[in-house]
């Protein structure tokens, strides 16, 4: 099968990195731990990649914007699944430690991608729309993240 243009972009190959990661640390957890935390915490993963290749499926930078938008959403929640595995001892340090320079390596990544496919969608904007894109990528500053 052919590569699609999503699989050769750094920020998708991270978002599946910690993806897998995370699968591999739930998958042995109790059933009553993988049933809450668990499910959501590998939903929540899965949907960083998953929104990055549907964005860029959808044709238009202005669609994409808004797919890497819920992308980075997405990874924030998964951040607070992480939280909470950590606080109930369902993670321990040594694994923490082992996810934690991914996940702060992915905000920014997800940033940085949004401001270029948002840099593509300002070229065909009127004024009133360029004023609005603004102030929304204004709101993008790099934020790092520690679940522990």
């Known amino acids: 099968m052919a590569r699609m243009a999503f699989e050769r972009l750094d920020v998708y190959r991270l978002a599946e990195k910690l993806s897998d990661s995370i699968w591999d640390l739930v998958e042995d957890w109790n059933s009553f731990a993988r049933d809450t935390v668990g499910k959501q915490l590998v939903r929540a993963a899965d949907s960083i990649g ?15 914007c808004r797919f890497i938008q819920i992308s980075r959403g997405s990874l924030y929640e998964a951040v607070h699944f992480l939280r909470r595995a950590f606080h109930r001892k369902l993670l321990n340090q040594s694994q923490t430690s082992e996810l934690q320079p991914i996940v702060t390596e992915l905000g920014p990544r997800l940033n940085a991608y949004l401001s270029a496919v948002s840099r593509r969608f300002r070229r065909n904007v009127t004024p009133a729309q360029r004023k609005k894109l603004t102030i929304l990528s204004s709101n993008l500053k790099p934020q790092t993240s520690n679940f522990k």
Request: charged residues 25%; glycine residues 20%; hydrophobic residues 25%.
């Open 50 to 64: 998953a929104n990055i290749a549907e964005g860029m499926g959808r044709g238009t930078p202005k669609d994409n």
